[in-house]
């Protein structure tokens, strides 16, 4: 028995190849998305780990006692560093300064000290040196290439007074994931001594201390309690720094791994009907030889058997292939989002024994699964009459049976009710369980789609028909024929680009809404804001972009959280009354907001439900001397503070500095964007700090990195259709060699080689249609019912359908069917008549 | 052998005035080389429009194949083949496909329907794929002839062997071909049903006018022929004018089979 299934599968080794395929696809995506997934907490891990490296004893500030507003002294570390055992000790601390850039405009920068002991530094450097003198600086290699500077340059950094000091560059380092890293600026690292001198308020959040060899790690922070007292310090031993720094990461990367096990789980199901159907046709296919391996004496078990080890040598074969292949997948992924996110990633390629096992599992179990449904049928039928019987699989097309639709019922309902439920329920909740609710109605179409085929393929097949007549025609027929099969083969394409489609609907619903609040937040045509989070603009730029005659209405904001009397201050904005209304218009829920003099106030309607405030309520605000009572006028929405006031009012609870945070500016009427900003740019190019920005940059930059997210998501989605269509192309090519004698039948009635070829394209066409269409309708109305579910009366989202995209996505179906199509079809249109007639 | 044909002659109108197919030396060759298998060897032959012709011979005489070439299925490796004064060696696919479309009709032994198409469809396909209209009168003529008026909505597989090989005479004729090849169109059917689709071959020959070839081994359906050509080892080996099965029956015993 053994020998028939080598020679079998020897025999056959082109048509299971192509069946491999699917398999290998459908392995290397879900190991691929594991690989990705542990790749990416890996090299989390290792990032963090960077901060802990090295350190054998950690110390902080608990927040309590006077090393909690001033952070640990230089005295402190000094003590530490007199103390017997320890070889080295440095303070953590960063300082945010601002630095220059070659146009004259600053951009927000962190340095931090260069420890002074070299095994707890947190970075490697990369070229050249690490300053040694207090005028050179080492730069993040990051940095080198965002601000573009360059070893052996001179750089500026500004202090708070704007005072300068100037640095070189002697060598870059790549550092991992800690406070520095993790604040999204310039990174520079100096010497020490230098750090005072960039700031009044010095604040070391912690100190880190190696021992001196001998010396354990316990003994090392017995000794340092001694010398520091323990009071107001937590401290840690290096591996409980190590410990706690990777509990903190498990939690975060286990997000990302839970969204890619998502995807992996759509490449499964996938993957898992690609498998099934192509086993379904091939043993199908099989069923007069394997009825004529019963005429000559195998057993039912014989033949049964025989089936199920040819799926099992196929499926460990492509599993293997698939394996390696989801390794590339995954090098290639990793390699992508690095250029994506401008980042120089490592590519890692973890390989856990949970993905080899996930990768044998889908590959070698499916295909055994797949393969067991028909192997069982193809061996019920009596050995004769397989024998005689036509070849022809319209035969096994089953009635759909009442459990099929029993239960595709009972799915549909789970699906509605928990939509239903989900609708009710707040945001993210709201995401999640109307989501699981969408996918359940999925299942639903899924199970249904052999009902559906007929009537959708009869729909789909009008045009092609009008079009291209009689092979159009023939090609609707047999999309038809075997409502199952079609079903099969078009399901997972369905799948694919229904998720595609509902993350496209809701993305796309969500960067409108915000564009659309960018523009009634921001009436202005550009605000003029501080590059530098920490310092505002000077009082005066707000009367000298008055006084540009492009310029008609100028906004000033300031903003500044006021203590409470007790306990709950706010967060107070303010501009001019008569801007209040008109550049600054927050949308009022009840009262009104123009006309808002001084010492009234309008408080945002979550501040206002929190605080228990209503129009005509008095809101008391300030400490002492500067205690005051506001009269609540307005209660309103989109507004990025506790409450609008007015500058006196604010000015009055006597803010830190008197500068702004940002100035609107309206332009006149027939001034163009391009003059106007030449005129603000005359009063802001002075300020280094000065940037304008314009409604339309805010919404490029907020769209920018949504279409990032939504660009990751169509490339995991991609692969999925990519398996999707191969199962086209699988079906098409076994179906072909279903068919042969059937094509030679219509080329010896007179159908050319082209109108052949023409008739498989079409039927590919129209099954990639009928999936891609489907997958677009429910795509978009499940996309619907999540932006509802998300939406709430405080954050409302807009329902917007990305047509351009969802016409891009329909002729990709396509076009990719249409290539699916090309060598089934060649393979077609070379047979030959007389041979096609004699095939059996 | 060789009665008269002319208790024949006298039914129809177009007999022997011109040949519907001819061949004139035509070479078959399968394979190359060492391994060359000559199927036909110089086969000369001509049919008669409006007659009905046998082809017979024992397996591997090369009847199949002579057939194949006759009808433009298959390319000849020598000499020449004419339907209707068009001479077909020469002619590339397409002109083949488009001679095949519109001047031959097709009864297969078996699997003659397409699955997906009723009967009707399956009747008016070849003259769809050539554009063209069915004559209605004539379409019902061949539909009443055959019985098939309540059987036209049915699908193949609704059909019994004898009603799915009356629904692929009725296609072959519906195109009003200049010859119909028949390659053994009773081979898998009972004696029965064999005999009706026979009967109907004959009829279209004797009253319709219509030429018919016939490949078969079944001297009892080349009885049903005016004509019977054999064929031995790929060369014509004699006719048989009138046949009856026993006169066929012991031709084919001369010829050793």
């Known amino acids: 028995m053994l020998r028939t299934i080598i020679a079998g599968v020897r025999a056959r080794t082109a048509r299971l190849l192509l069946s491999s395929v699917a398999i290998m696809l459908g392995v290397a995506f879900v190991t691929g998305t594991l690989v990705l997934g542990d790749g990416i907490t890996e090299g989390m891990r290792d990032e963090f780990a960077k901060s802990a490296r090295g350190v054998d004893l950690s110390m902080s ?48 920068a962190t340095v931090g000290p260069l420890a002074s002991t070299p095994e707890l530094r947190e970075y490697d450097l990369k070229e050249g040196r690490y300053p040694t003198s207090p005028t050179e600086a080492a730069v993040d290699v990051r940095t080198l290439a965002t601000a573009k500077v360059s070893i052996g340059q001179q750089i500026t ?9 100037p640095f070189t560059i002697v060598g870059t ?20 001594e230098v750090m005072s001198g960039l700031t009044d308020e010095l604040h070391a959040y912690g100190l880190v201390a190696k021992a001196a060899p001998g010396v354990t790690q316990e003994q090392l922070v017995a000794d340092v309690k001694k010398a520091v007292g323990e009071q107001g310090y937590t401290f840690r031993t290096g591996e409980q720094l190590t410990t706690e720094t990777l509990a903190q990461i498990s939690s975060r990367s286990s997000e990302m791994t839970q969204v890619l096990l998502v995807f992996a789980l759509i490449a499964l199901v996938v993957a898992a009907m690609v498998i099934y159907n192509t086993f379904t046709i091939l043993v199908a296919q099989r069923t007069r030889e394997l009825a004529l391996m019963r005429c000559v004496g195998a057993s039912r078990g014989q033949v049964f058997g025989s089936v199920m080890a040819e799926a099992f040598v196929m499926g460990l074969f492509a599993s293997v292939i698939g394996l390696l292949g989801g390794l590339g997948v995954s090098a290639l992924m990793q390699v992508v989002i690095g250029a994506v996110s401008d980042d120089n990633i490592v590519v890692r390629l973890p390989l856990a024994p949970t993905t080899v096992l996930a990768a044998f599992a889908v590959g070698v179990l499916i295909t055994v699964v797949a393969a067991f449904l028909p192997a069982h049928k193809a061996t019920k039928v009596a050995p004769i009459a397989a024998l005689r019987a036509q070849l022809d699989s319209h035969e096994e097309v089953a009635r759909t049976s009442k459990v099929r639709i029993a239960f595709a019922l ?30 359940l109605l999925l299942a639903m179409v899924v199970t249904l789609g052999p009902v559906l085929v007929g009537p959708v393929n009869r729909v789909l097949g009008v045009l092609p028909r009008a079009l291209f007549g009689v092979p159009a025609k023939l090609a609707s027929g047999n999309a038809g024929r075997n409502p199952k099969r079609t079903a099969a083969t078009t399901a997972a394409l369905m799948i694919g680009v229904t998720i595609v489609s509902l993350v496209t609907v809701v993305a796309t619903s969500a960067k409108e809404t915000a564009n659309a609040e960018v523009d009634s937040r921001f009436p202005a045509d550009y605000t003029v804001t501080s590059s530098v989070g920490s310092r505002t603009l000077p009082q005066g730029m707000a009367a000298q972009l008055a006084a540009v005659p492009e310029v008609a209405k100028v906004a000033p904001v300031a903003a500044f ?4 009397p007790a306990d709950g201050g706010a967060y107070l904005m303010a501009t001019t009354p008569e801007m209040i209304g008109d550049l600054v218009k927050p949308k009022a829920t009840s009262g009104a907001i123009t006309g808002l003099k001084s010492g009234d106030v309008a408080v945002n309607s979550r501040f206002a439900e929190r605080s228990g405030l209503a129009v005509g309520s008095t809101l008391t605000l300030g400490a002492d001397a500067t205690k005051r009572d506001l009269k609540v006028v307005a209660v309103v929405e989109g507004l990025d503070a506790s409450g609008l006031v007015t500058l006196d009012t604010l000015r009055a609870f006597k803010p830190a500095d008197d500068g702004f945070d940002s100035i609107m500016v309206k332009l006149r009427d027939g001034v163009t964007a391009e003059a106007g900003r030449t005129a603000v740019e005359k009063v802001t190019d002075p300020s280094p700090i000065a940037v304008i920005d314009s409604a339309a940059e805010t919404k490029a930059q907020l769209n920018t990195q949504v279409d990032q997210v939504l660009a990751f ?39 050319t080689k082209g109108q052949l070829r023409l008739m498989l394209v079409v039927e590919s066409v129209l099954m990639a249609v009928m999936g891609a269409a489907i997958g677009l309708v429910l795509g978009i109305g499940f996309g619907g019912l999540l932006v509802k579910g998300m939406s709430s009366d405080s954050f409302p989202i807009a329902f917007a359908v990305p047509y351009g995209q969802i016409a891009v996505m329909l002729l990709a179906a396509v076009v990719a069917a249409m290539v699916a199509a090309a060598m089934p079809a060649r393979r077609a249109g070379r047979t030959s008549v007389v041979a096609g007639m004699a095939e059996a | 052998m060789g009665q008269s044909m002319s208790a024949v002659a006298s039914e ?57 070439c006759l009808a433009g299925l298959d390319s000849s490796d020598g000499g020449s083949v004419h339907i209707g004064g068009t001479e077909i060696t020469g002619l590339n696919d397409k002109d083949l496909t488009k001679l095949r479309r519109d001047r031959v009709g097709f009864v297969f032994q078996a699997f003659n329907l397409l699955p997906t198409l009723s009967a009707e469809q399956n009747i008016l396909l070849g003259l769809e794929l050539a554009g063209r209209k069915a004559d209605k009168q004539w379409f019902d003529t061949i539909v009443d002839v055959l019985g098939l008026r309540d059987r036209l909505k049915h699908k193949p597989s609704e059909l019994s062997g004898g ?76 006719e048989i004018q009138n046949p009856t099965a026993d006169s066929v029956l012991s031709a084919l015993k001369h010829l050793g089979a």
């Open chain 1, 61 to 108: 500030t608990t927040g309590e006692g006077p090393q909690a507003e001033t952070g640990i002294s230089q005295a402190t570390l000094d003590k530490v560093r007199s103390t017997p055992g320890v070889q080295g000790a440095d303070l953590r601390t960063v300082v945010g300064a601002a630095m220059l850039t070659q146009s004259g405009k600053a951009k927000p």
């Open chain 1, 157 to 165: 950094l500004l202090d708070k007074q704007d005072g300068k000091h």
């Open chain 1, 173 to 192: 380092f790549a550092q991992g994931a800690n406070s520095m890293s993790l604040a999204g600026s310039e990174h520079f690292v100096v010497l020490p």
């Open chain 1, 410 to 439: 009972l799915l549909g309902l789970a699906g509605v009710g928990v939509v239903a439920f989900g609708m009710n329920l707040d945001e993210e909740q709201a995401l999640l369980v109307t989501g699981t609710g969408t996918m």
């Open chain 1, 561 to 564: 959280g006021v203590p409470g």
């Open chain 1, 713 to 751: 998501i169509w490339a995991l989605i991609g692969l999925a259709v990519v398996i999707a269509l191969f199962g086209i192309a699988n079906t098409l090519t076994l179906s072909v060699l279903e068919r042969t004698r059937e094509s030679a039948l219509l080329r010896a009635l007179g159908l």
């Open chain 2, 12 to 68: 129809t109108s177009r007999v022997g005035t011109q040949a519907a197919v001819a061949a004139n030396g035509l070479v078959k060759v399968y394979g190359k080389g060492d391994t060359a298998v000559r199927a036909l060897g110089g086969v000369s032959v001509e049919f008669q429009a409006g007659r009905f012709t046998a082809i017979m011979g024992p397996s591997g005489s090369g009847k199949s194949t002579l057939m194949h």
């Open chain 2, 163 to 238: 009603q799915q090989q009356r629904v692929a005479c009725a296609r072959a004729l519906v195109a009003r071909p200049d010859v119909v090849f028949a390659d053994e169109p009773t081979g898998n059917l009972d004696s029965r049903s064999g005999a009706e689709v026979l009967d109907f071959l004959r009829m279209s020959v004797r009253k319709l006018g219509q030429t018919v070839i016939m490949v078969t081994h079944d001297p009892v359906a080349a009885s049903y022929a005016d004509r019977v050509v054999l064929l031995a080892d790929g060369h014509l080996a004699g």
